[in-house]
């Protein structure tokens, strides 16, 4: 989740940064105290005598502090990560498919190719990211492409079936193994 670091940049310790917190959207500049803390106070404790945070919202932007487990707003698109478990040999492509426009409604010729950047012959996956609309749900399958675009390989029957979650942090990783 500190993949973009922004609690680097507005001076959030990266402890108080876990994925059922992290939101860009919730963000807002905390401005610290340099009061003593309580010698009550726990390492990371941030209750009662011990927060030492106040809001101070970005200019022209109201915002809302959030407990964990909530964001202020729930982002309407989701980025979902595919990683494709499957050998291929030299010049093959790994794509998606499936139900839905941004997976080419099930047209081989608008499929989505993954990425072998993290193929390895001892782990070798196939991974792409996609932006999909927050709570959809579709069908889909793996397919394998030669280098002239022929199809070499369709992934057996049944359809995958997926629902793209809602949550604050507008990421999700679906890892599939090819049947």
Do not use: H
């Not at 005598?49 to 989701?78: E, I, K, L, V």
């Not at 991974?127 to 793996?142: D, E, Q, R, V």
């Not at 359809?159 to 090819?178: E, F, K, L, M």
Request: aromatic share 10%.
């Amino acid at each position: 989740m500190l993949a973009n670091k922004p609690c680097l940049l507005l001076g959030v310790p990266p402890r108080y940064v876990t994925p059922r917190n992290y939101s860009p959207c919730d963000w807002f500049p905390l401005t610290f105290s340099k009061a003593k803390a309580p010698s009550s106070c726990s390492r990371g404790s941030a209750t009662g005598p011990c927060a030492t945070a106040t809001n101070t919202a970005w200019p022209g932007r109201t915002s809302t502090p959030t407990t964990p487990g909530q964001c202020s707003s729930t982002p309407t698109n989701t980025r979902v990560t595919f990683n494709e478990r499957r050998t291929t040999t030299f010049g093959q492509t790994v794509y998606i498919v499936g139900s839905i426009s941004q997976l080419g409604s099930w047209n081989t010729n608008s499929a989505v190719a993954l990425s072998a950047t993290s193929y390895t012959s001892s782990n070798p996956v196939w991974t792409g990211a996609i932006n999909l609309p927050a709570g959809t749900s579709f069908t889909y399958k793996y397919l394998i492409k030669n280098q002239d675009g022929s199809i070499a390989q369709w992934e057996s029957d049944p359809d995958r079936s997926y629902t793209v979650p809602r949550n604050c942090a507008g990421t999700a990783t679906q890892s599939d193994t090819w049947r």
